[in-house]
Nanobody, 125 residues
Framework: QVQLVESGGGTVQAGGSLRLSCAGS????????VGWFRQAPGKEREFVAA????????DYGDSVKGRFTISRDNAKNTALLQMNSLKPEDTAVYSC??????????????????WGQGTRVTVSS
C-alpha cells in the first residue's frame, strides 16, 4: 500500500522557518517526481514546488520563489520542503504528491498519482 505522510507543520511567526517532510512507504520516492501543493481556506489548491525524480530540475511557484527550497533525502525515502521568511499568506495545508518521472518538474496536480493527507502551516503576523 502506497502512503505519503507529511510532517513538520505548525505555527510560526512571520519571518520564521519550517521544514516539511514527506515520507514515502510502499514506493521508492527517488523514482518519482515529487511536488508540494498548498490550499488555504476558501482558496484553490496552489502549486508550491516540484523536483524531478533525479533531483536535477526544480520548479517553484512565483509566490515562494527565493524563500522555499525543495530537496530529497533518498536514504530516508523522503522529500523535504524548507520554508524560510514565512509570511501570513503562506498559511495553508501543505500536501506532497508523487507522480511518474518526467523531464520537467510538473506543476499540474492531475499529473500526480499519490497524495498525502497534508500538514497544516500557520504563520502569525
Amino acid at each position: 500500500q502506497v502512503q505519503l505522510v507529511e510532517s513538520g507543520g505548525g505555527t510560526v511567526q512571520a519571518g520564521g522557518s519550517l521544514r516539511l517532510s514527506c515520507a514515502g512507504s510502499g514506493l521508492t520516492l527517488r523514482s518519482y517526481t515529487v511536488g508540494w501543493f498548498r490550499q488555504a481556506p476558501g482558496k484553490e489548491r496552489e502549486f508550491v514546488a516540484a523536483i524531478t525524480w533525479n533531483g536535477i530540475i526544480t520548479d517553484y511557484g512565483d509566490s515562494v520563489k527565493g524563500r522555499f527550497t525543495i530537496s530529497r533525502d533518498n536514504a530516508k525515502n523522503t522529500a523535504l520542503l524548507q520554508m524560510n521568511s514565512l509570511k501570513p499568506e503562506d498559511t495553508a495545508v501543505y500536501s506532497c504528491a508523487a507522480g511518474p518521472p518526467t523531464y520537467g518538474a510538473d506543476r499540474r496536480p492531475n499529473s500526480y498519482d499519490y497524495w498525502g493527507q497534508g500538514t497544516r502551516v500557520t504563520v502569525s503576523s
